[in-house]
């Protein structure tokens, strides 16, 4: 089984709201990664945790701050979120980081107005 | 350059025809090669892994050429259900768990 979970489907918030998106996979999996992607374009890497632990950041704005609990969920608290980061939110996970094959969720469609 | 190119298409071919499309890589330390389709408004999902000899899934067959640093994908008897548009994704190949992905190529086939 190889599904990666994610709530909620859709979202739409305010430029002063706090909102969180989740992920959860099951597989065993020990790498988990958020991803943006905006229309028409491929999926731009944010974060990559590697065993729970934040191995990457891409400079992402610190209004976006993800957060691991446990090696099965992944979280993304949006604050202050602006306009143009309205965008297709995917997650992702691997057996481990490196070299292994990503599987993705279905992805959170959020709208900032 | 970006570190993974693609022919954006649109490939419009007819059903049961063969439609092949490649994609570059700029890295040639990369090791782990991808293809992922992906529908209007939906996640990626993995085609295939691409091996160093070449592998087959059915009606596609994913190649890869090192020594040119480009992979390529070719389905035959084309179906309706394989309008997608379909991510070439190449890994870093330095040890910081990143993929590039390619842009996408479109695929639309008609009856």
């Known amino acids: 089984d190889t599904e990666v979970t994610q709530t909620p489907k859709h979202l739409v918030m305010g430029m002063t709201n706090k909102k969180s998106l989740k992920c959860e996979q099951h597989?065993?999996?020990?790498?988990m990664y958020w991803y943006k992607q905006k229309a028409k374009k491929p999926p731009e890497l944010m974060f990559v945790y590697s065993y729970e632990k934040l191995s990457i950041n891409e400079s992402v704005p610190s209004r976006f701050s993800p957060e691991c609990p446990n090696s099965s969920l992944l979280n993304l608290h949006l604050h202050a979120l602006q306009p143009e980061d309205s965008a297709l939110y995917l997650c992702?996970?691997?057996?481990?980081?490196?070299?292994?094959?990503?599987?993705f969720g279905p992805g959170t469609r959020l709208l900032v107005l | 350059r970006k570190e993974v190119e693609q022919d954006p298409g649109p490939f419009n071919v007819p059903e049961g025809a063969t439609v092949a499309f490649n994609c570059t890589y700029s890295?040639?330390?990369?090791?782990?090669f991808f293809w992922y389709r992906q529908d209007c408004r939906k996640e990626p999902k993995l085609l295939m892994s691409v091996y160093s000899s070449g592998n087959e899934d059915g009606r596609f067959t994913a190649q890869l050429n090192r020594a040119s640093q480009y992979i390529s994908l070719l389905i035959r008897d084309s179906k309706l259900s394989d309008s997608a548009t379909y991510l070439c994704?190449?890994?870093?190949?330095?040890?910081?768990?990143?993929?590039?992905f390619g842009a996408g190529t479109t695929v639309t086939v008609r009856a």
């Open positions: 992702a996970s691997s057996q481990e980081a490196y070299l292994e094959t990503q599987y």
């Open positions: 597989m065993g999996h020990r790498a």
């Open positions: 890295n040639s330390a990369s090791q782990s």
């Open positions: 994704v190449v890994n870093s190949g330095s040890n910081d768990y990143k993929l590039s």
